[in-house]
């Protein structure tokens, strides 16, 4: 990771320079967190980037939201801070329209993901409720004691209930490690699922033991979602993690047995 810009002072440009972007092979995390092939999930990742602003032909300021949606198949991802750094280069750059700038985000990001991905241009009231919240069973509340801050999968039990269920399990109080300057990522967390109920208090250790795991979000969530499908078997099963921002960008992973896009929620911390 000697490449990456993260941890390093960097000139800051406002001419647009897309090879500030450093991509990231998924596979080497994969490997790690023994992630089979074929991928045993679907799902997407979805960046939202509060700070990107351009200049007109007249030289006027121009500011915008941006939402990248990147499939999970994509071979790799954009380091987080090589985004912030190349989203910052548009600054003092003129483009003709908003279409430019969405064609030239599209295809650099594109190039860098190894695989198409849907970027989005959004008004500042685009951006989200503030009020969005997980739906279901909040565990933060369970009277519990834990000791657990590495990844322990061996926290997964489950009830002894022959019901079959179907419910949505979250937490708040959800942190990992960034793996390269060691700062906090903080998110919350949710776990849906349909089979054999798990233990909701063994489900809230296992989240809370990787306090101190040094990962990258995306990596974090499939290790969530390959250990809950080995341990305890559902049917179906979703998770999704929407971190908190850093330097104006926040990472939402979402892995799901089932087809389909994520919600695009906010959350109040977000």
Not at 96 to 103: G, P, T, Y
Not at 147 to 159: A, E
């Amino acid at each position: 990771m000697s490449s990456l810009p993260l941890g390093k002072e960097i000139e800051n440009t406002g001419n647009y320079t897309p090879s500030l972007l450093c991509a990231i092979e998924r596979r080497d995390a994969r490997d790690a967190a023994s992630v089979p092939e074929p991928l045993p999930f679907l799902g997407e990742d979805v960046w939202n980037c509060y700070e990107l602003t351009w200049l007109d032909t007249q030289g006027m300021p121009q500011i915008s939201g941006v939402r990248i949606q990147a499939p999970c198949s994509t071979p790799c991802i954009v380091e987080s801070k090589s985004l912030k750094l190349y989203l910052n280069s548009f600054a003092q750059t003129q483009f003709a329209s908003r279409s430019d700038v969405m064609n030239t985000l599209d295809s650099d990001l594109s190039v860098n993901f190894r695989a198409p991905v849907m970027v989005s241009l959004l008004g500042l009231d685009q951006l989200g409720n503030a009020a969005d919240q997980f739906p279901g069973i909040c565990l933060d509340e369970l009277d519990i004691a834990t000791h657990y801050y590495d990844v322990n999968s061996s926290l997964l039990t489950m009830d002894d209930s022959e019901v079959h269920v179907h419910e949505t399990l979250f937490t708040h109080l959800f942190r990992s490690i960034c793996p390269v300057t060691g700062q906090p990522d903080l998110a919350s967390v949710m776990v849906e699922y349909s089979g054999s109920p798990i233990n909701q208090a063994s489900l809230l250790k296992y989240l809370v033991s990787y306090r101190n795991h040094p990962a990258f979000h995306e990596a974090t969530i499939e290790q969530i979602f390959v250990d809950i499908k080995r341990i305890c078997q559902p049917d179906q099963l979703t998770v999704y993690g929407r971190f908190l921002r850093r330097g104006g960008i926040d990472i939402n992973p979402f892995r799901s047995t089932q087809d389909g896009a994520a919600s695009q929620i906010r959350l109040s911390r977000q």
